[in-house]
């Protein structure tokens, strides 16, 4: 089947092939016309995705949906890039300007066909009552709200609970690596910092939420839609973003060239945050993924190069606290000398309401996120320079075809923090860091610094400093959002960053990979779905050597004899250690060593690796018998644990199995409005019963309070470099956006059973693959 379109931007045809998973081939007979063809198919596939993407990173969503959404457009208005397009522009690729004109053309020119012809509009549109708009190449890069940046949050309950506890105790809350005292930096009283002063952040960060009680919000509601996020959730998001990739050696593989493996983390949504394409034109073959909002491909491969990345967290953030000036609100004082505080007013469309003015406050040291009588709050971001859009660097990587031209390139690669590791068919494996490291002077990072003329950020860290591997004699590489800086890291000289995710990943990672002779496409794809906990293993080893002093314990522990720690969807074992776990050990442990309750509050959902550390060897804090104590506190929550699993799941643990409560479901963010139904957005794809955990390799985070998966690996790549038809890939729930299409959420099933399906590269197996043809002709001149 062909269908043919003009394009008003193009120079000469270019072919769409989709093979029969929803994945565009797309060739153009130039660069030009490649990246209008993206953006052309990226609407056709995404457009509602996209454009809401769009109205929500400039703050236009009131403009569509109502007062309920202002207070997200002030959030979102505060955090775009508002510098030097000149010296903005040309910081991801030499080319990146025209690139990015080029796609928003063919955005527009599928905006145009669907203006032309309505019924080609997305059903979101109908329902809404709204329409896409047009882009401009600067939105591609202005918005940075989606950069993942960190750790402002922390810094301001790290405050909060040394204002009512003292800093071993935020240690629970979040272990520091390498273990840091954090320096209350001189002039600043904890207290003083409201945990109000989180709400723009999080608002910023946000996705976008509908109900009906918010679209139906009154100009004076407004003000009360600043909070949308519960922090639990917020924090558990930022816990769950993250990802694995590693790459062996041709000896390792067998098969004469490396294999690379990636599944990058996020929150699981109807469509995917991911979109696979193809892109060929003379100069430039590659496949792989990206976010459907920006041109070109961030993790992939192009026949001689494989790249690949996971949060690496370096600390790109942070907080000032401004002493406001007694006299003008207006001003601050620092370091003895007043400074202005800069209002900008802006207008912003509401619907059904006069056009409203949002002031937005900014300080020489960022946005102003809060105000109390004596404070203004500002927030420091890698964000606010020039060349920070996120994984847009991958519009030079993405071209390189060795290891070295790879590593080279990557101080284009400036937010967000990202391990890279990457491969080349002639052999060679690489890992290497990349993002925009600040420099601080008089204080660490690790609390909001008074704005007093010595706390300050003094440049950047040179990117040449960050190290680099390249063919270790393991013949492995692996990454996991772990810290994993070398052990000769001078971290005092050139700290990084002291806030890392949970080891567990990275552990499993490192124990299968190092105990393999070979490691091929199959084994990558099954390390892929891996789904042994390895805290698993370690608290059912606890468990085991409690005292049995009730029948649920003794239960229990025949329950856990001989389980490898394994979470299988059909596993009783996994079920109990979950619930346990989740729902009764962590919060038993932060009830035993904190006995506020508003400060366990901010405390949650606790850190793994310290959880861990303090039940595998308690201290002075459980009291004068802290092993015994301990002992105690694995015993009650076990029996409680034990009995909530029968109230789930019945009295007879044969029938237990963590599939039929941990599970994954896609669902359309409009399916609750009215008339979603009609309109064909109320079908939600599974239930699907799942196995994993956040902490296994098959990253499947969960909502705690049903148990549904929110967050995890959607796409999945394995690349084999010697031959790249051999290589695999998954996208769930589907390619497309578009309820109406065959591809909205067809490879659901597949991932959720932890099967892939082809990836092919060469124009034969491309075009044996391919089951629709798009074909986009130069519109003709007028």
Not at 44 to 55: P, S, T, V, Y
Not at 664 to 693: I, K, R
């Amino acid at each position: 089947m062909t269908s043919t379109f003009a394009v008003a931007a193009l120079n000469a045809p270019v072919d769409i092939l989709v093979d029969g998973h929803g994945i565009p081939h797309i060739r153009a007979r130039s660069l030009p016309d490649l990246f209008v063809a993206q953006g052309f198919n990226a609407a056709r596939d995404r457009l509602w995705q996209i454009d809401l993407w769009r109205k929500r990173g400039l703050g236009l969503l009131a403009a569509d949906f109502g007062p309920g959404y202002l207070e997200q457009d002030r959030a979102s208005r505060l955090f775009l890039y508002r510098g030097d397009m000149a010296a903005e522009w040309g910081r991801y690729a030499a080319d990146d300007k025209a690139i990015c004109e080029a796609f928003v053309a063919g955005i527009n020119a599928y905006v145009a066909l669907c203006e032309k012809e309505p019924g080609r509009l997305p059903p979101e549109f109908g329902l809404m009552g709204t329409r896409p708009a047009r882009w401009l190449a600067e939105d591609v890069v202005r918005i940075r709200t989606h950069s993942l940046n960190r750790n402002a949050l922390s810094e301001i309950l790290r405050a909060n609970v040394m204002a009512r506890s003292d800093a071993e105790t935020d240690l629970i809350r979040r272990s520091l690596e390498p273990p840091v005292n954090p320096r209350i930096p001189d002039g600043l009283d904890l207290a003083a910092v409201p945990l109000a002063a989180l709400d723009l952040i999080k608002l910023a960060t946000a996705d976008v939420r509908f109900t009906a009680e918010r679209l139906g919000a009154t100009l004076a509601e407004a003000p009360s839609w600043r909070k949308v996020t519960d922090l639990g959730d917020v924090l558990r998001d930022a816990e769950f973003t993250g990802s694995n990739n590693w790459a062996v050696s041709a000896a390792l593989s067998g098969t004469g060239a490396p294999i690379l493996a990636s599944d990058p983390h996020r929150a699981h949504a109807l469509p995917s945050l991911r979109y696979i394409a193809h892109l060929t034109a003379p100069g430039l073959d590659v496949i792989g993924t990206g976010e459907p909002s920006a041109p070109g491909i961030s993790f992939g491969h192009n026949g001689a190069l494989a790249f690949s990345g996971t949060i690496f967290c370096i600390d790109q953030e942070d907080v000032f606290v401004l002493e406001r000036a007694p006299d003008d609100r207006n001003a601050f004082i620092e370091g003895g000398v007043r400074r202005r505080i800069e209002t900008l007013k802006e207008t912003v469309p509401v619907r059904g309401e006069a056009d409203q003015q949002l002031a937005l406050r900014f300080s020489p040291h960022g946005p102003i996120v809060h105000e109390t009588e004596r404070h203004a709050f500002a927030l420091r971001s890698v964000a606010q320079e020039p060349g920070t859009a996120p994984y847009l660097g991958s519009l030079t990587g993405m071209r390189e075809t060795t290891v070295q031209g790879y590593a080279a390139s990557l101080h284009r690669n400036r937010t967000p923090g990202t391990n890279h590791v990457f491969a080349d068919r002639a052999g060679a494996i690489g890992w290497r860091p990349a993002g925009l490291t600040p420099i601080r002077e008089g204080f660490d990072g690790l609390l909001p610094a008074p704005a007093n003329g010595r706390n300050r950020w003094a440049g950047f860290m040179d990117p040449a400093e960050m190290p680099l591997t390249i063919d270790p004699p393991r013949g492995w590489l692996a990454t996991a959002n772990a810290m994993n800086l070398p052990d000769d890291w001078d971290h005092q000289a050139r700290p990084i960053g002291f806030e890392w995710v949970e080891r567990a990943r990275l552990s499993r990672l490192e124990e299968v990979l190092g105990g393999q002779r070979s490691h091929g496409v199959a084994d990558a794809m099954a390390l892929q779905t891996d789904i042994v906990s390895m805290p698993a293993r370690r608290m059912a080893t606890l468990a085991l050597g409690v005292p049995g002093w009730t029948p649920a314990v003794l239960a229990a522990q025949r329950l856990f004899t001989g389980w490898d720690g394994a979470l299988r969807a059909d596993s009783a074992p996994a079920a109990l250690f979950e619930i346990w776990w989740m729902k009764h050990l962590k919060p038993g442990l932060l009830a035993l060593l904190v006995d506020d309750p508003a400060l366990r509050a901010i405390m949650v959902p606790v850190d793994q690796d310290s959880a861990l550390a303090l039940l595998e060897t308690p201290d002075r804090r459980f009291g004068e018998q802290p092993m015994l104590r301990r002992d105690k506190l694995l015993a009650s929550t076990l029996s409680a644990a034990w009995e909530d699993l029968k109230g789930r799941l019945g009295p007879d643990p044969a029938g237990w199995a963590w599939g039929r409560l941990h599970h994954a479901l896609f669902d359309h963010p409009l399916a609750a409005l009215p008339g979603a139904a009609e309109a064909g957005l109320g079908a939600a794809s599974g239930p699907y019963p799942m196995g994993g955990s956040a902490s296994t390799p098959m990253h499947t985070g969960y909502r705690l309070s049903d148990f549904r998966v929110i967050a995890g690996a959607s796409f999945r790549m394995v690349v084999d470099l010697a031959d790249p038809d051999r290589s695999v890939c998954v996208n769930a729930p589907g390619q497309s956006g578009d309820p109406r299409s065959p591809h909205h959420a067809d490879l659901a099933p597949i991932w959720a059973a932890g099967r892939y399906v082809p990836m092919p590269f060469t124009a034969a197996a491309v075009d044996k693959a391919a089951v629709t043809r798009i074909r986009l002709e130069p519109a003709p001149a007028t």
